[in-house]
């Protein structure tokens, strides 16, 4: 069997009233590195909206994040005309979990992610046309970074939310923070909450835990989180840090940066407290054709804002689309200033 055979029955979506699934998607299951079940789901625009597709946005959630927290924005790029591929990431979601206890957020290797996304791409490539536009956030825009560099070449065009390139460790440095990894990875402690801390998603609330200043947004995922308990991913463990803090040094090489011949822009909010601002804006300048544009006001969940802030991202969405898949003749191309939107 080839990886574009490697389909198994359709692969639920979850949903809740107010934000359930978009018209014209199904999930499937297809397989990961390892062979691990891994979920995705693929929509076709209405007619109605496009005689024919513009392309194909391929979405990639950040961490913890499953498809189902994504419906919204889907909705948006099929308003558009576009197809949509989204998936769940290898340990979240309803794809496979790496340890028994499901609330664990782990990872193993840079590498097993990657290969997962190759065989995604591959598995859906007959049905998703092209030209294609990469759209992630946070983990998945990482990752997503990290697949240009390696030298993915099917991608017309990027727009990344918030890419996890260098986390925040809060008052502690970074030396201490992978003295602290090694440390751990030596003695079997892999799979252990990071400072033994399982942050059950459950016990969240919007005003200690939001990653937007949405509330009405906000609540709606707890009510899909909620409806589905399964989809819930809890706090970090130390294998998950080391993948994390590896994948963000692996794409920030300056020659990596290089590497990338597509227009890509980042999109950062401007009171991010997840990933440094700072270290986006940097690698932005690094790349060939890249963009930066931050928001201020948003928090680190950008396409999960408020109507306005999240205006912004599908702003920055709507120029690369018009660039890579125009409706008209004209293409105007993406500039590579950095932006500062929204500012008094």
């Known amino acids: 069997m080839n990886r574009a055979q490697a389909f198994a029955a359709n692969a639920p979506l979850m949903g809740v009233p107010g934000a359930s699934s978009p018209p014209g998607g199904q999930g499937d299951w297809f397989r990961g590195a390892g062979g ?6 693929f929509w076709t625009p209405s007619t109605l909206v496009a005689a024919k597709p513009r392309g194909t946005v391929i979405l990639s959630p950040g961490r913890t994040e499953p498809i189902e927290k994504y419906f919204e924005v889907i909705g948006n790029f099929l308003a558009r005309g576009f197809c949509v591929l989204a998936h769940d990431w290898r ?6 979990r790496l340890l028994p206890d499901r609330l664990k957020g782990h990872a193993r290797a840079v590498e097993e992610f990657l290969d997962d996304y ?26 997503n970074l990290l697949t240009l560099e390696n030298g993915e070449e099917r991608f017309s065009g ?10 925040k460790t809060g008052k502690r440095s970074m030396w201490s923070v992978k003295l602290a990894v090694r440390w751990n990875l030596r003695h079997g402690k892999a799979g252990d909450f990071v400072l033994d801390d399982p942050d059950d998603p459950f016990d969240h609330t919007f005003e200690k835990d939001a990653l937007t200043t949405d509330e009405t947004r906000y609540e709606l995922w707890r009510q899909q989180l909620y409806a589905c308990p399964h989809l819930a991913v809890g706090g970090p463990t130390w294998g998950w840090l080391a993948f994390g803090l590896d994948a963000g040094e692996r ?3 300056p020659k990596a940066l290089k590497n990338v011949k597509i227009p890509c822009t980042f999109v950062q909010a401007g009171e991010d407290d997840r990933v440094w601002k700072q270290t986006n804006k940097w690698a932005a300048k690094r790349l060939g054709r890249g963009r930066y544009v931050e928001v201020p006001g948003a928090k680190h969940e950008i396409i ?7 205006a912004h991202f599908l702003s920055e969405f709507d120029a690369m689309a018009d660039y890579v898949a125009p409706t008209q003749d004209l293409r105007p191309l993406p500039q590579p200033d950095d932006v500062e939107v929204g500012a008094a």
């Open 158 to 167: 990027a727009v990344l939310s918030g890419p996890m390139l260098r986390i």
């Open 251 to 253: 794409a920030l090489k």
């Open 304 to 310: 999960m804002e408020t109507d306005d802030l999240r």
């Open 118 to 143: 190759h065989r995604l791409l591959d598995a859906f490539e007959a049905r998703a046309p092209k030209p294609w536009i990469m759209v992630g956030h946070s983990m998945g825009a990482a990752l």
């Open 91 to 96: 340990g979240q979601g309803l794809s496979a």
């Open 36 to 41: 691990l079940r891994l979920r995705a789901a």
